[in-house]
């Protein structure tokens, strides 16, 4: 049976190494004035210097959130055509191929990331090595079954929120004011949206719309008084 101490090494020094390069790139993009957001990150180093350090209680807690992760990315997988219209997916892909090849091989990458971390903290040396320690892992946060429940409650709470939220009357309103911005034959899908009031109890909406025809695709910021 494999040490558990070199296991543990050896998830820590990868989350270390994924988690530095995570906050490379994230500052890269922020130079450069690009979208970029990870969960990873700060997490990813501060949870692998810990296991490299033999943290059995942080493997548990490791492995709860990589199957929280991957239900959630596994179920964004299944949901995605419900909120993103296929023609708009196509026009994507044909106009940016390399990007999205590369979200492609990025999102590939962190599925068999998470089902690695997931397999090799939750094997018997690390199992065994957790009894032996009096390690609980029949607690919430102990037990990867818990992760992916977790993980698929958020996802269902998304899908039941995102059409109330994204396909309602204030929606509507906000592609309105998109069509007045654009002249052309576009189809319009709300990015996102935000609704605040002021102090004197007007309430404010500033939202993204995108809108595509098979040949473009166009990001058009609104903001209007509801």
């Given at each position: 049976?494999?040490?558990?101490?070199?296991?543990?090494?050896?998830?820590?020094?990868?989350?270390?190494?994924?988690?530095?390069?995570?906050?490379?790139?994230?500052?890269?993009?922020?130079?450069?004035?690009?979208?970029?957001?990870?969960?990873?990150?700060?997490?990813?180093?501060?949870?692998?210097?810990?296991?490299?350090?033999?943290?059995?209680?942080?493997?548990?807690?490791?492995?709860?959130?990589?199957?929280?992760?991957?239900?959630?990315?596994?179920?964004?997988?299944?949901?995605?055509?419900?909120?993103i219209p296929i023609d708009l997916l196509f026009t994507y892909i044909k106009l940016s191929p390399f990007a999205s090849l590369g979200y492609l091989i990025f999102g590939t990458f962190i599925i068999v990331f998470l089902v690695w971390i997931l397999k090799?903290?939750?094997?018997?040396?690390?199992?065994?090595?957790?009894?032996?320690?009096?390690?609980?892992?029949?607690?919430?946060?102990?037990?990867?079954?818990?992760?992916?429940?977790?993980?698929?409650?958020?996802?269902?709470?998304?899908?039941?929120?995102?059409?109330?939220?994204?396909?309602?009357?204030?929606?509507?309103?906000?592609?309105?004011?998109?069509?007045?911005?654009?002249?052309?034959?576009?189809?319009?899908?709300?990015?996102?949206?935000?609704?605040?009031?002021?102090?004197?109890?007007?309430?404010?909406?500033?939202?993204?719309?995108?809108?595509?025809?098979?040949?473009?695709?166009?990001?058009?910021?609104?903001?209007?008084?509801?």
């Amino acid at each position: 049976m494999e040490n558990p101490q070199k296991i543990l090494k050896k998830v820590g020094i990868v989350l270390i190494v994924v988690g530095i390069l995570d906050i490379a790139f994230m500052i890269y993009c922020i130079i450069h004035e690009t979208n970029y957001s990870s969960s990873f990150n700060l997490f990813a180093v501060i949870a692998g210097i810990l296991l490299y350090r033999g943290g059995l209680k942080t493997a548990k807690v490791v492995s709860f959130f990589a199957a929280f992760f991957l239900a959630g990315m596994g179920g964004l997988l299944i949901v995605f055509p419900i909120f993103i219209p296929i023609d708009l997916l196509f026009t994507y892909i044909k106009l940016s191929p390399f990007a999205s090849l590369g979200y492609l091989i990025f999102g590939t990458f962190i599925i068999v990331f998470l089902v690695w971390i997931l397999k090799t903290l939750t094997s018997r040396p690390i199992k065994v090595a957790m009894d032996q320690n009096g390690i609980n892992r029949k607690s919430f946060f102990s037990r990867p079954r818990s992760g992916f429940i977790a993980g698929i409650i958020l996802l269902l709470t998304l899908v039941g929120l995102l059409p109330l939220i994204l396909g309602g009357e204030t929606a509507e309103m906000a592609k309105i004011e998109a069509q007045k911005k654009i002249v052309g034959n576009y189809k319009y899908v709300v990015t996102s949206i935000n609704i605040h009031s002021n102090l004197s109890g007007k309430t404010y909406v500033n939202a993204v719309i995108t809108a595509y025809t098979d040949n473009e695709i166009q990001q058009i910021p609104v903001s209007f008084e509801k």
